[in-house]
């Protein structure tokens, strides 16, 4: 039965949302690994390439609510393929764009299908799930993210680096065209989730409990990217392994990506977001310490980049499967706007990471930067589950008045009836 329930989650609906989510992993990830090679062809600093890197994060933080906006009331369907469809386009565009500032441009414009397409996939994948599946039905679609890491990512650094990064790129402008057929050739035409009005679904934003979701995923997921952005000195400066051997640790890293993705699916589903995302945030400082006293040993430290890389994204669907139940009637906006949170956390993760290293604390002080971020992210789920309770409580009185109205007026009627 175990078996069958599985098989029924990976259908082909969800699986074209999975290589969805793998052509968009293999842009946002794989720029870092060739980073070297399109500041030498570009004839620009490294510093100056990485503008690239925030430009797409900006494309995303500014794309996910307005896209969503736009084309939230039209099919589902439809709008999936049209996002992929123009992230394939302006993938194809960065790959062909003949200087720096054109590629910044180009760079930027493919960030903004991203967080729509990961917000309403979402969506979609829970309506599309089995009762009591929702959360890994979302987990099949980042999965795509993950597959991303452990193949795509290795395979278009290492063409970037022997052959040119502009195939790539290529590459995976086509991956995102064959995306968007297999979603129009698989994906049943879903009704849209509402018809409300953009600016009216923009209320959802008044609820306290959306901005502490908010704040779990901009500042509590930190932890990963203060912990991941400085991987390559963790593992060769600490623990001693060649500059060779990170892509072999990046591989078990995004190994550990694909189990924690499914298993966070999973937990959310058995026992309840909230619980599953409090769970793994205190896994995640614990993870951190670890590696603080660890890492200096090289297989105790392979050891921990699969479990953290695993703890890392076991916390994306039961997020997701968050916002979603908190924001009934505008759940594709509010999952399109932890998307850009998402890559706030990146930047923060990463700006912050950096800051002990320029000041001499060494490649480990990272570690205790995600701690204090993820411990942040773990009180917003206290004070989240506390403001639960509250209106729960509030609820109970009403509801236990009325119950005890009906009882009276039951038994006057019985005795009228006896009488």
Not at 305 to 317: C, L, N
Not at 342 to 365: D, K, Q, R
Not at 397 to 417: N, R, S, W
């Amino acid at each position: 039965m175990k078996k069958a329930g599985f098989l029924a989650t990976m259908k082909p609906s969800l699986l074209t949302l999975t290589l969805g989510g793998f052509s968009i992993g293999m842009t946002e990830f794989m720029m870092m690994g060739v980073l070297p090679d399109v500041a030498t062809s570009l004839k620009v600093s490294i510093p100056e390439a990485g503008h690239l890197i925030t430009a797409y994060a900006i494309g995303v933080i500014i794309g996910a609510p307005l896209m969503v906006g736009l084309a939230g009331n039209f099919p589902p369907k439809k709008v999936l393929i049209t996002l992929m469809l123009l992230f394939g386009t302006f993938n194809a565009l960065f790959s062909i764009a003949p200087n720096y500032e054109l590629l910044l441009v180009a760079r930027l414009f493919s960030g903004l299908p991203h967080g729509a397409f990961f917000g309403m996939g979402a969506v979609v994948a829970s309506r599309l799930a089995q009762p009591g599946r929702e959360a890994r039905a979302v987990s099949v679609m980042f999965a795509g993210l993950t597959i991303a890491n452990i193949a795509g990512v290795p395979i278009g650094t290492f063409i970037g680096h022997n052959l040119s990064w502009r195939i790539s790129f290529g590459i995976i402008a086509i991956v995102a065209w064959l995306a968007a057929l297999s979603i129009k050739k698989w994906m049943p035409a879903l009704k849209p989730g509402s018809h409300t009005r953009f600016i009216d679904s923009l209320k959802v934003f008044g609820k306290s409990e959306l901005w502490l979701i908010i704040g779990i995923s901009s500042i509590g997921t930190g932890g990963l990217f203060a912990w991941i952005s400085y991987i390559a000195p963790l593992m060769t400066e600490i623990a001693g392994f060649s500059p060779n051997a990170m892509t072999i640790i990046m591989i078990i890293a995004g190994l550990g990506m694909a189990v924690g993705n499914f298993m966070g699916g999973r937990l959310a589903d058995k026992y309840s977001p909230l619980k599953t995302t409090s769970l793994l945030l205190l896994s995640m400082i614990a993870s951190l310490l670890i590696i603080t006293v660890v890492n200096y040993y090289k297989a105790p430290a392979i050891v921990m980049t699969f479990i953290t890389g695993a703890v890392a994204f076991a916390v994306i669907a039961p997020m997701q499967m968050l916002m979603i139940n908190a924001a009934k009637g505008s759940e594709m906006l509010a999952s399109a706007a932890l998307q850009a949170s998402a890559n706030t956390g990146n930047a923060l993760g990463a700006y912050l990471g950096g800051l002990p290293i320029a000041a001499g604390f060494g490649y480990m002080s990272p570690q205790y930067v995600g701690v204090g971020l993820a411990f942040t992210g773990f009180i917003f789920c206290i004070i989240l589950g506390l403001q639960s309770r509250k209106k729960k409580q509030a609820a109970q009185p009403a509801t236990t008045v009325a119950e005890g109205t009906a009882t009276i007026v039951h038994q006057i009627d019985t005795k009228k009836v006896n009488t």
